[in-house]
């Protein structure tokens, strides 16, 4: 890591046994957008343009439902916020590179290249050029996701639509969501946004799911203060 | 100009979000009740945008075996639970749905 290329290098490198988890994901988010009705172009538009997988699968669970404009961009901004934790803890590193540079790597921030560059900061905390390697990891993931990305767009537009392929828009959430539940307080954050979001669902323009979002984390706060 | 608008929106905010500290260069930080707060987001939004598209469907509620929705996310989310497979759990859950849905239109 003596030089940026090496950095470089290196986070692509370290990037590489992620590959086989983000994989379905991307393929998920390409079949999704076209079972969800998009045509290929603005499938791939969002795929491009967006690029952050769980807020495009939220936004076009509320496309469906035909939901305004306006809500399905807030979700997707509170969805993503954890992008602003992200963003404050690899600012320092990229201080002294251009704008491009700091635009481009913002770009392509996701959970995967986050964790590999906190990974890094941790084990060699006095490491030059962290941002490229952050960049490198992150670059490389960029480029794998569209690919299957596009993949799945491509199959998607293939399946008939009786096969009610955008039931599986749920079933990634179910397998994101489940394993995230460990403890007592992410199981009542989860019981309390089940229950808030059932009774919330006649609702009009989707408003149930902020409901029951504010009231799920509210829990989640009130919960960890008292253990 | 729905769609479209919606998908400018959303590579919008989401760039805004991503850019945020990196242009400031550091300069400001999060609230610590926010950071706090955000550690339940995730979940919190999964768990909430999925379970009103399993049990209410086309503007009312539906608790029908023949709905198959629930028993297929039932199912899906022991196997996401017992294998942490993103691709076993959407196979094994459309599985289910398809049938359910064949029974439920054998009984019915």
């Avoid at chain 1, 986070?11 to 998920?28: S, T």
């Avoid at chain 1, 690899?90 to 704008?99: G, V």
């Amino acid at each position: 890591m003596d030089s940026p290329r090496a950095a470089f290098t290196a986070g692509a490198r370290a990037f590489l046994p992620l590959v086989l988890g983000i994989m379905p994901f991307a393929l998920v988010s390409g079949v999704a957008a076209v079972a969800a009705g998009l045509s290929v172009p603005s499938a791939l538009s969002m795929s491009f343009l967006v690029y952050a997988g769980s807020a495009q699968l939220v936004a076009l669970q509320l496309l469906t439902a035909n939901a305004p404009a306006v809500l399905i961009v807030f979700t997707a901004l509170v969805v993503n916020l954890r992008f602003m934790i992200y963003s404050a803890t690899l600012a320092p590193s990229m201080e002294r590179n251009s704008w491009f540079f700091k635009a481009l790597s913002a770009y392509v921030i996701t959970d995967q290249s986050y964790a590999l560059a906190m990974n890094l900061a941790l084990r060699l905390p006095n490491a030059a050029h962290r941002a490229w390697f952050h960049l490198g990891a992150a670059l490389t993931m960029w480029l794998l996701w569209q690919v299957a990305a596009m993949v799945g767009i491509f199959l998607g537009a293939q399946v008939p639509s009786d096969w009610q392929l955008e039931f599986t828009i749920p079933l990634t959430f179910i397998a994101l969501v489940v394993p995230r539940i460990k403890d007592r307080v992410s199981g009542s954050v989860a019981l309390t946004a089940a229950i808030c979001a059932a009774l919330t669902a006649a609702l009009p323009f989707k408003t149930g799911l902020l409901i029951s979002l504010l009231a799920a984390v509210t829990v989640g706060l009130a919960l960890e203060k008292r253990s | 100009m729905y769609l479209a608008s919606v998908i400018v929106g959303m590579a919008l905010v989401t760039f805004a979000v991503r850019f945020s500290f990196i242009g400031l260069a550091g300069r400001w930080s999060l609230p610590e009740l926010v950071q706090r707060g955000l550690q339940f987001v995730p979940v919190a939004m999964l768990v909430a945008i999925t379970v009103p598209d399993l049990v209410f469907i086309n503007g009312s509620y539906s608790f029908s075996l023949a709905n198959g929705r629930v028993i297929a996310a039932l199912v899906a989310a022991v196997v996401a639970w017992k294998t942490n497979s993103v691709m076993l759990t959407i196979v094994i859950g459309m599985l289910v749905l398809f049938g359910v849905q064949a029974l439920s239109g054998f009984v019915g």
